[in-house]
């Protein structure tokens, strides 16, 4: 019999699940004592490593004084304008504001939303659609799953969202002729800088660049997805800042508290902001309960004095380079087909006979967990405080375990 608990993406009939019971630094250990190197930092997210009492002790003081309290007009709280004075001051375009909201696919949503009003207080009431790429990954609320480029996460759960398109992946061309064809119909183009959770993909050289130019061109507002690649994933605070490329509206969530508590955002850039402020009339009617949530603040708060103390984005470069090396050599010896990443998301491509998922579960037997994705790519996000030999650990173990399976 199943437990009561109906996990999230997983087969409702599943029995059994490794419970995870304590972490410290890049390692977490199951009810078994088995430790386990963390390669994808839980969910990508656990930026700063397990175990941190610095961010605990933070949460649990501000639930002292005030756990919560709505941020709905009339009230503010400290902690959530502190916070949002401090993204500004690191924010992927100048003079952005910050909402606030608990997880990825709100700020999806919430940037879905954004888009159009503002378009409707900018006076171009006609822009309602909203284009993303295949392959793209944008959470599981409806506008988020609309989006949605990952055709088996979208199967079933219609009708979705209306206007909302996807376009091929890496094909300019066909975003451009779309645009040209529908240009002062289109709210925003949504994107993740790197896609993700699809497999990890970087974009082709120049493809975020010219993402830019059409929007300019066409008057739509340009969103980039950082879900994942925020807060020093890349080496730098944004993709934005990495590939020098500036948003319109920029999502946010996972490593802005490293996951110690539920926290997402949208950073609003000036075109959009701009639309939004013309009025002093205009009430925004969207937000969230938890919307600038003090305990969550206070959480992101120490995440960003740790990730600046302890200089973990100059760490994501070192750390990418050291996986992608492992990889690259990896493959130059065919155990794997090819690696493909970028700063510190890095995957190995499989060879045809392959299987990830069985690679997976062998991995996380002898001590490593990765993910997998479909049946030719595992991917790897580890926290950004790994250690160089448990990176080590990470490589030398999918050589193994390869060189076991396919003997
Ligand atoms: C790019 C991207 N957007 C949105 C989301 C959704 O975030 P959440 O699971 O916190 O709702 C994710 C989650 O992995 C993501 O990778």
Redesign the pocket.
């Known amino acids: 019999m199943p437990s009561a608990f109906l996990h999230p993406f997983a087969k409702p009939t599943r029995e059994s699940f490794v419970r995870i019971v304590r972490g410290e630094g890049a390692l977490v250990w199951d009810a078994d004592g088995n430790e386990l190197v963390d390669g994808m930092a839980s969910?990508?997210y656990c930026a700063v490593g397990h175990g941190r009492a610095e961010i605990a002790d933070a949460v649990s003081a501000q639930m002292k004084q005030l756990a919560a309290y709505s941020c709905f007009d009339p009230f503010t709280n400290g902690p959530a304008e502190d916070l949002a004075e401090r993204l500004h001051g690191i924010a992927p375009m100048a003079d952005a504001r910050v909402f606030l909201c608990c997880?990825?696919?709100?700020?999806?949503d919430t940037a879905m939303k954004l888009a159009r009003i503002a378009h409707v207080q900018a006076g171009q009431p006609q822009r309602k659609l909203i284009i993303s790429r295949t392959r793209?990954?944008?959470?599981?609320?409806y506008g988020?799953t609309s989006a949605q480029g990952i055709a088996p996460n979208r199967e079933n759960f219609g009708p979705f969202v209306a206007d909302v398109v996807q376009v091929p992946a890496d094909d300019v061309e066909t975003l451009a002729s779309l645009m040209a064809e529908h240009g002062d119909t289109v709210a925003a183009v949504l994107t993740?800088p790197v896609q993700?959770?699809a497999g990890i993909y970087p974009p082709h050289d120049g493809y975020l660049a010219s993402l830019r130019r059409l929007c300019d061109q066409h008057g739509a507002y340009l969103i980039f997805?950082?879900?994942?690649?925020g807060y020093g994933r890349l080496g730098s605070w944004f993709a934005a800042h990495h590939f020098d490329v500036r948003p319109d509206l920029v999502?946010f969530?996972?490593g802005v508290t490293s996951g110690y508590q539920?926290l997402?955002g949208v950073f609003v850039g000036p075109a959009p902001r701009a639309a939004l402020e013309a009025d002093p009339d205009f009430f925004l009617r969207h937000g969230f309960t938890y919307s600038g949530h003090p305990a969550a603040c206070a959480a992101g708060s120490v995440n960003l004095d740790i990730l600046e103390r302890e200089h973990l984005l100059e760490r994501a470069t070192h750390v990418g380079a050291q996986l992608r090396d492992g990889f690259r050599s990896l493959a130059a010896d065919g155990v794997i087909d090819h690696t493909r990443g970028e700063g510190a998301m890095w995957a190995a491509g499989l060879l045809p006979h392959q299987n990830a998922m069985a690679i997976r579960d062998e991995m996380l037997r002898r001590g490593v967990i990765c993910r997998a994705i479909n049946t030719d790519t595992l991917t790897f996000a580890p926290p950004l405080v790994i250690t160089d030999a448990q990176v080590g650990r990470i490589v030398d173990t999918l050589a193994e375990v390869i060189a076991s399976t396919s003997a």
Request: glycine share 22%.
């Open positions: 969910l990508w997880s990825g696919s709100e700020a999806v793209g990954y944008h959470g599981v609320n988020g993740e993700g959770a997805d950082e879900v994942i690649t999502t969530a996972k539920p997402g």
